[in-house]
């Protein structure tokens, strides 16, 4: 039977039903609904709106609803309409009259509202949580290797020297920043809608304020109709959820090309990888190809999001039934990727000498060399550019390094080069004397690892 059943002369069509329940993605928020009705039927009595037995009444047969379903002793019944329809319907199965009093002053487009910002709050900490323990870990390894030397890359061609350590922390700070974003949309997230009734609010005297208190809100929202038609929240978080994807995602991608041969930076755990089937050599980066492929569905749930909401007069529509499935799958996404990635970094091996070797390859010391020129030699930054330049050139002709390359053919190209020269480009040299704020010397990548580790706390 339908909450409806006064208006209507016959049963809903049984496809139809189907297609218009929700039940069977939002009855995940069953604590959130009867919580929040808790809360509801609490102020309802102290307002004097319903007498305060049968508000005690209520509470006591949602508590036990609410045990019922954790025990497994009630099923959540799939032909119900909605999450919010079940635990209403339930209630007044159980109490009779008391149980039809909840609704006052209550729309299922205010209790929508209401529950899917509950759950959401919750689900923000929880994935802050995990981010902050994979910050850790990052601090950890980047402590571990902060003078591990690799090349640094632009354009993926070798750049530059830096540390491992100081390549973590890169993802450390974008991860700091989604902790921050997941924060910030929690706090839109924490204003109270229950009040704003279908859309018009109500012409009982209801306390909101003490049903924000109730339930932990800071604030209550302003507008009846704002109340009941606002996603925001919803697509907040799932711009901040997308944001981590894409850091999740360049990270495996690099994850990726370092366990390929050609890199072989790191090797992952066998705990954390997969065999091919038909390949006895492999040993694939699946987890990592998988967290990069699934950031795709989460930028698809924003979209939908976004779309879904364009084009919606106020207040309510049935239309934003869909914001669950979307941000909901943004949710558990984020959260499965982050439960397998964090496990996955903390165990790979990092090989310090590849990366070293890989190092002292690239003529990634051809800027501190330049440099050296003007330092102790005093030429203009761009005289010492062009002599590198061509210490480059011959290098490649003759297949040696600048580490390499004696003396004497540095002094054809320019008779100011001395022995100090090798110990300019050394590749130690590079890094630590890299200690401008930021940047990647052993010293600073403490500082930072450190500093993170205690915003942590
Ligand atoms: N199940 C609906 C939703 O998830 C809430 C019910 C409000 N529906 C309505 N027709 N007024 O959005």
């Known amino acids: 039977m339908k909450l409806w059943a006064g208006r209507f002369q016959k049963e809903i069509d049984q496809k139809t039903n189907d297609f218009n329940s929700s039940i069977s993605f939002d009855s995940r928020m069953y604590r959130e609904d009867i919580e929040g009705s808790i809360a509801h039927a609490t102020m309802l009595g102290e307002c004097g709106i319903i007498a305060k037995e049968e508000s005690a009444r209520i509470c006591e047969g949602l508590r036990a609803i609410c045990q019922d379903i954790e025990s497994g002793k009630l099923a959540i019944d799939p032909q119900a309409e909605d999450i919010h329809t079940f635990i209403e319907g339930e209630l007044t199965a159980r109490l009779g009259d008391s149980g039809k009093r909840l609704h006052t002053a209550r729309s299922r487009n205010d209790q929508v509202a209401l529950d899917v910002r509950l759950y959401l709050r919750k689900e923000c900490t929880t994935l802050a949580n995990q981010l902050k323990e994979l910050i850790e870990v990052l601090c950890q390894k980047a402590l571990a290797h902060k003078s591990d030397v690799m090349p640094g890359y632009t354009h993926l061609q070798r750049a530059q020297p830096i540390t491992f350590g100081h390549h973590l922390l890169a993802y450390a700070e974008m991860f700091l920043r989604d902790v921050g974003r997941l924060q910030d949309a929690a706090k839109r997230m924490d204003s109270m809608p229950l009040g704003s009734c279908a859309l018009a609010g109500t012409t009982y005297p209801l306390n909101r304020e003490r049903t924000a208190q109730l339930l932990g809100f800071s604030s209550v929202t302003q507008n009846s109709l704002d109340g009941v038609a606002d996603r925001d929240f919803c697509v907040e978080l799932a711009c901040a959820i997308s944001l981590s994807m894409v850091h999740l995602s360049r990270f495996?991608?690099?994850?990726?090309?370092?366990c390929s041969w050609e890199f072989k930076f790191v090797e992952l755990d066998d705990a954390f990888s997969t065999g091919s089937s038909i390949m006895p050599q492999k040993k694939n980066p699946d987890i990592a190809e998988l967290v990069r492929g699934k950031s795709g569905r989460v930028?698809?749930?924003?979209?939908?999001?976004?779309?879904?909401?364009?084009?919606?007069?106020?207040?309510?529509?049935?239309?934003?039934?869909?914001?669950?499935?979307?941000?909901?799958?943004?949710?558990?996404?984020?959260?499965?990727?982050?439960?397998?990635f964090i496990p996955m970094v903390d165990t790979m091996k990092v090989l310090p000498e590849n990366m070293r070797r890989a190092a002292a390859k690239g003529f990634i010391n051809a800027t501190d060399c330049a440099d050296y020129l003007v330092e102790a030699k005093g030429l203009p930054f761009r005289d010492a550019y062009k002599i590198t330049g061509t210490l480059v050139a011959r290098c490649i002709e003759e297949n040696q390094t600048l580490e390499t390359l004696p003396l004497s053919e540095y002094k054809e190209i320019c008779p100011a080069f001395d022995e100090g020269v090798y110990e300019a480009i050394s590749l130690d040299r590079c890094v630590n004397n890299r200690k401008v704020l930021g940047g990647p010397a052993p010293e600073n990548v403490q500082a930072q690892a450190n500093r993170l580790l205690s915003l942590l706390k």
């Open 252 to 258: 495996s991608e690099e994850i990726i090309l370092w």
């Open 299 to 340: 930028f698809g749930d924003l979209m939908t999001l976004l779309t879904m909401m364009k084009g919606l007069p106020l207040a309510y529509n049935k239309d934003m039934q869909e914001d669950k499935e979307a941000i909901f799958d943004a949710v558990d996404t984020l959260r499965m990727c982050l439960t397998a």
